[in-house]
C-alpha cells in the first residue's frame, strides 16, 4: 500500500490504534465495490497513515475479527444486515439489531485493548452510546455526524420539526454530541445547525464529503454527448427530474443519453419512467453499484453532470459528494439550487435550476451544450472552488481531529 503523500500523525512509539463503529456496509477488497463511499474513504486514510483499525459494520456475511491481506492493519466485525427502507418499521429494527451487536463487540474490544481513539458513525446517533466502556476506561470518542437525524427523518416521514418523533431525535442527537469528546460533520451548514442545538463550536471539525481522484485522467468528453447522474436511487435524489428533462432536450439532441450509474429501491419505477416517456433506448441504467474507479472513469467522460436533489428539507442541507466529484473532474454540471452548495459554489461555477424542475434542467444544459465554451469556463471555475473541498485538504482536518482527541486522551492518562 503506497503511503500517503500527507503522513501527519507523528509516532508514539507504537502503532496507533483506532476503532471504527459504522453501521454502513463495508465490502473489503478484492470486491470491486467498496459498499459506503465515506466509511471506506476514511478507513483507507488510516490504513495509508499506519493505523490498527477494528471496524465494526454492515458486512455481506458474518465475520468476527477477519483479517484481509490486501489491508494489512485492519480487522473486521462484520454483521450480515440486509438495509431496507421500507417499510418504515425497518429502520428501528435495523437500528436495534446493530447497536446490540455493537454494544457487545466494541465492550469486548475495548475491555482487551486500549484504543487511542474510537470514532463513531451515524446514523444514527444513538450508535455512540455503544461506547461505554471505551469511556469508562478513559478512552477518547468521535462522533462523524455523516447526517442530521433530525432533520432526515422529518424529511423520510413528512414530518414537522415540532412532532415528537422529531423532537425526540433531537434530543438524542444533543445527547450523543455531549457524549462525544469531539464531532465531525460534513458541512459548515450542519455545524451551525448542530450549534444552534447546544453543540459547542470549538468542539466541531467541518470534514466534507469529498474523495480522492488522483490518479485519474482530467474530463475527456465522448461523442455522442451523454449526460451523467451518479447516485443511489431512491426519490430524493431526484432521478426521475433528470430524466423528465431529458424529454424536453430529445428533439434538439436526439442522439442525446443519460447515464443512471447506481442502483437503488427506486430503479424500477425509474425504468418505468422512462419507458413510458419514450426514452427507455435513451436512458442507461447501470443497474448495479460500480466499483470508484470504474464510475470515475465513466463520469470523467461525460458531456455534463447533473445533481437533481430535491429539496425535501433534508436535500437544504446536504453538500453531497457527487458535486465535489463532477467538479473535481473538470466536468460542467448542472445542480438543484441548494443552499449548502450555494455556500460553496458561487454562480458562475454551477448552472443552478430550482429544484423538482424538468425545464428549468433542459434549459441549463441546453445552454451548456450550445456553448462549449462557457461549459469549459463554468467546469474550470468549479474546480478552483473546489480546492478547499477536495479531499488533500479535508484528509488533514479529519485526521487532525482524530489526533487532537487522541492525543488529549493520552494526556488524561494517569501515569
Known amino acids: 500500500m503506497t503511503p500517503s503523500p500527507h503522513r501527519i500523525l507523528p509516532p508514539l512509539?507504537?502503532?496507533?490504534?483506532?476503532?471504527?463503529?459504522?453501521?454502513?456496509?463495508?465490502?473489503?477488497?478484492?470486491?470491486?465495490?467498496?459498499?459506503?463511499?465515506?466509511?471506506?474513504?476514511?478507513?483507507?486514510?488510516?490504513?495509508?497513515?499506519?493505523m490498527a483499525?477494528?471496524?465494526?459494520?454492515?458486512?455481506?456475511?458474518?465475520?468476527?475479527?477477519?483479517?484481509?491481506?490486501?489491508?494489512?492493519?485492519l480487522r473486521v466485525y462484520g454483521l450480515p444486515?440486509?438495509?431496507?427502507?421500507?417499510?418504515?418499521?425497518?429502520?428501528?429494527?435495523?437500528?436495534i439489531a446493530f447497536f446490540v451487536w455493537a454494544l457487545v463487540v466494541v465492550s469486548g474490544l475495548a475491555l482487551r485493548h486500549?484504543?487511542?481513539?474510537?470514532?463513531?458513525?451515524?446514523?444514527?446517533?444513538?450508535?455512540?452510546?455503544?461506547?461505554?466502556?471505551?469511556?469508562?476506561?478513559?478512552?477518547?470518542?468521535?462522533?462523524?455526524?455523516?447526517?442530521?437525524?433530525p432533520e432526515l427523518t422529518a424529511a423520510r416521514l413528512g414530518l414537522g420539526p415540532r412532532t415528537l418523533p422529531v423532537r425526540l431525535l433531537t434530543w438524542v442527537e444533543r445527547a450523543a454530541t455531549s457524549w462525544a469528546d469531539h464531532v465531525i460533520t460534513v458541512s459548515n451548514l450542519c455545524g451551525r445547525i448542530m450549534a444552534e442545538r447546544g453543540l459547542d463550536p470549538g468542539k466541531v471539525t467541518v470534514v466534507p464529503n469529498s474523495h480522492p481522484v488522483a490518479g485519474l485522467p482530467p474530463a475527456g468528453r465522448a461523442q455522442p454527448p451523454f449526460l451523467v447522474v451518479q447516485t443511489t436511487l431512491i426519490e430524493r435524489y431526484g432521478v426521475h427530474v433528470a430524466i423528465r428533462a431529458l424529454l424536453?432536450?430529445?428533439?434538439?439532441?436526439?442522439?442525446?443519453?443519460?447515464?443512471?450509474?447506481?442502483?437503488?429501491?427506486a430503479l424500477a419505477s425509474l425504468a418505468n419512467l422512462a419507458n413510458r416517456l419514450?426514452?427507455?433506448?435513451?436512458?442507461?441504467?447501470?443497474?448495479?453499484?460500480?466499483?470508484?474507479?470504474?464510475?470515475?472513469?465513466?463520469?470523467?467522460?461525460?458531456?455534463?453532470?447533473?445533481?437533481?436533489?430535491?429539496?425535501d428539507g433534508y436535500g437544504n442541507l446536504v453538500l453531497p459528494n457527487k458535486v465535489l466529484e463532477l467538479t473535481s473532474l473538470g466536468v460542467p454540471t448542472?445542480?438543484?439550487?441548494?443552499?449548502?452548495?450555494?455556500?460553496?459554489?458561487?454562480p458562475d461555477s454551477l448552472a443552478y435550476f430550482e429544484p423538482g424542475d424538468p425545464a428549468g434542467l433542459a434549459v441549463q444544459v441546453r445552454r451548456l451544450l450550445r456553448n462549449p465554451e462557457a461549459a469549459e469556463h463554468q467546469a474550470l471555475r468549479a474546480r478552483e472552488a473546489t480546492a478547499e473541498l477536495a479531499w488533500a485538504p479535508a484528509?488533514?482536518?479529519y485526521l487532525g481531529a482524530l489526533v487532537m482527541t487522541s492525543e488529549a486522551g493520552l494526556r488524561s492518562i494517569p501515569r
Open 81 to 95: 444486515v440486509r438495509r431496507r427502507r421500507s417499510p418504515a418499521l425497518w429502520y428501528p429494527l435495523q437500528y
Open 114 to 149: 486500549r484504543y487511542d481513539v474510537v470514532q463513531v458513525d451515524t446514523t444514527p446517533d444513538l450508535l455512540i452510546f455503544s461506547t461505554l466502556v471505551p469511556r469508562l476506561r478513559g478512552m477518547r470518542i468521535v462522533l462523524f455526524a455523516m447526517e442530521l437525524m
Open 53 to 73: 483499525v477494528d471496524l465494526i459494520c454492515l458486512s455481506p456475511r458474518f465475520c468476527y475479527g477477519r483479517r484481509h491481506p490486501e489491508r494489512p492493519g
Open 248 to 265: 424536453e432536450l430529445r428533439q434538439e439532441w436526439p442522439e442525446l443519453t443519460l447515464e443512471v450509474l447506481g442502483n437503488g429501491e
Open 278 to 311: 419514450g426514452l427507455s433506448d435513451r436512458v442507461l441504467f447501470s443497474g448495479r453499484y460500480l466499483g470508484r474507479h470504474e464510475m470515475m472513469d465513466r463520469v470523467r467522460r461525460a458531456t455534463i453532470g447533473i445533481v437533481p436533489i430535491l429539496a
Open 13 to 50: 512509539g507504537a502503532t496507533r490504534r483506532v476503532l471504527m463503529v459504522s453501521q454502513h456496509t463495508y465490502h473489503p477488497p478484492p470486491a470491486p465495490y467498496s459498499g459506503h463511499a465515506t466509511l471506506n474513504r476514511n478507513l483507507t486514510e488510516l490504513l495509508e497513515q499506519s
Open 395 to 397: 484528509s488533514r482536518r
Open 334 to 346: 448542472v445542480c438543484s439550487r441548494l443552499p449548502s452548495i450555494e455556500e460553496h459554489f458561487p
